[in-house]
Each structure stands twice: as C-alpha cells, then as structure tokens.
C-alpha cells in the first residue's frame, strides 16, 4: 500500500472528531516498508500490522529502552522474551521458510537469484558462510524493525514540530527540496533521536582534548552535546537553523552524529534521511523528508490547544505528537510516491 494512501485514509478518519496522535499512525505506516526491508510477508494486511507493532513494541521496551527505564525492568524484560517468541511464530518462520524454498531453488538451478525476494532474510539464507544460525536471524530481524519503526516515526513528528516553530519558515518551503532535506537534518542535529551511544575502547587512546582513554574503558558518546558543538557547527550550534548547512565545512554531516559514526553507523541511514544536500544523491528517496512535505502539503499542523507528550523515560523524546487535519479529502495525497 503507498505510503500516503495509508497515511492520508487514517488521518483523515481519525481527524473528524478532533486533533490525531501522529505517531502510532507513522508507525503503523512504517510497518510495510521495514518489515518488506527485513523480508517478513504479507503485512499489507491492517490487522497483522497492528499485531507486529506491538510485538515491537514490547521488544524495544524490554531491550534497546531497558537502558533509560524508570518501571520494573524485569517486567519489561520478560514481556519483551514473549513478544520475541510469538513474533517468531506468527511472523518470522513462514517467511524465512518461503524464502529457504526459493534459495534452494536458485541452488538448484530452477531460479535466478534476481528472482529472489530484494530483502535482509534472503541476504542471510544466500550468505554460504553460513553466519546467521536461525536465533541469531530472529534477532536481528526484530532488532532491524525495531530501530527503524521507533526512531523514523519519532524523527517524522520531531522534524514538523521543529519547522512549525522555526519563525523563519514560509509557505512556499515545500518545493524547495533542498531545504527540506536541510529542515530534516538540521532538525535530527538539534534534536537528535538517539542521545547517546556507548562504545569500549580497543585500545589506549588520547583523546584530542588531551585526555587519556585505557583500553577496556566503557564510554558514552553524547550525541546531543557533540551536534551541538558550536566548533564543528558554528557559534550558534544550539539555534535550529535549516540554512546552516549552506556554511558548513565538507568534513561533518548536516546531521552531526544523529546516525553514530564508525563500523556501527546506523544502516537505515539511507532509508530515512540524506546527509548533505548533493544534488547527486538527491534522486534517492528518503522516508522522512517525503512524509514530512506531503504533511505540509496536506494541512496538517499541530493541534493547536494540546500539548505533545514526552516519554516517561531519563531521555528527550517525544511520545505523543497531536495534529490538527483540516476536513476535506486529504489534499496533496500523491504526492508521496509508492513505497512498493
Ligand atoms: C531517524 C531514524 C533513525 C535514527 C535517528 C537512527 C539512529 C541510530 C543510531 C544513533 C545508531 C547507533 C550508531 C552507532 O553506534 O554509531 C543506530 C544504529 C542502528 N540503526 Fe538506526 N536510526 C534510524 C533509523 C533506522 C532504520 C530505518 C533502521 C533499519 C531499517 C535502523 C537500524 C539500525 C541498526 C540495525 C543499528 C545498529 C548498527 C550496528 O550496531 O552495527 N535505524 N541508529
């Protein structure tokens, strides 16, 4: 199903009777795109999406959320333990079973692998190393839906309250692509959506501030302090500014550490959000940037007398984000093009 068919039918039903959460429907409309990313099947079906949702849902919070909890972490965790088991049975088996039939075809010599599923699970079963044995595959196909459903969906609503509150902003906005991806990555730079990352030292190491790291020492990278430095930034790092990126050196991304840095660098990167704004890679859709525009497009601003909500957590993020929809058919609806 296109991204704003989805996005467009929900909102407008939803908004009759008064302001709309945004972000359980931006996830609900992620649940395709990341599960056809991961290689999971049939999920243009409303109510199997609802259905993994929450299973995700409980797998964040008993494992990459365990980290900034404030209730019973081992309640989080064994709902967590049960999510993964009933995602495996009802989600996971058949798909990688389908897939298994297709790749021992290919084996022998039935299929071409262009006729294969474009997907991570197949990736997997191709791979004759033979790294992925089928625990680690269910893990790490919840742990791809995971990081990709939570943080795009927050990243989406995060990036229109940051432009509705930048004062500089005009109507005519929407058409410049270019300072779209620029609204979009100076939104993830301010405000990022993964605070902070931890990493071990391999090795001792000083640190350009003069300060000695030994190997074996547990780090935490601030993300939210390093995007804001006003060296690799500008004096006004802290100030959400989408034009800034006109002034910076080639050397940073317009999004500072938003998706980390290094062998770890997040891999959906790609999916959602663009760098810089080079014209060449311009061509390649980008998830949030093209959601964000039609909401522009199509009138939807936040609701005027109720305040987001924040998660109960120890970071900054947003857990609610009411919009208000204007009535009428959802206005713009193509301008997002299929997803599929
Ligand atoms: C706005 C959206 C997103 C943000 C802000 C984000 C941010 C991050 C950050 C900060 C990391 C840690 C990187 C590091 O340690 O250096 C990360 C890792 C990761 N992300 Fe994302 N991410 C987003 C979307 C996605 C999507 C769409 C997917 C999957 C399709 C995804 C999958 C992953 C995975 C698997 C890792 C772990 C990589 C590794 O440890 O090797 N993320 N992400």
Redesign the pocket.
Known sequence: MAMAEFLGRQLYEEGKSGPVDLIPLLRLMLIPI?SG??GIDDMDNAQRSARLRQLIEHFNAGSSLLQYATTDRDALVRAALDAIDTYTTEFFESSRQRRARLVERVRAGELSESDLPRDVLTRQLLDTNALWDEPTAIR?SM???T???H??A???AQVLDAYYGWRERSENDVDDIELMHAVVNET?RVF???EF???CAKEDTILNSGKEIAAGTHLV?N?FLANRDPAAFGADADTYRPGRYRELTTSVQHYG?????????????P???LGRADAQEMSVPR??VKVVSWLLRAGIHPAPQQEPDQEQTYRRMLASYPVQVPQGAPAGASAIPRSD
């Open positions: 990341m990313f991961v790490d742990i791809l839906l990081g990709g459903l943080t795009t927050v990243a989406t993830l990022p959506i993964v990352v931890p990493r990278v993300i550490l938003a998706f980390g840095a290094g062998p770890h660098l997040c891999i959906g990167k999916l959602v959000a998830i949030i």
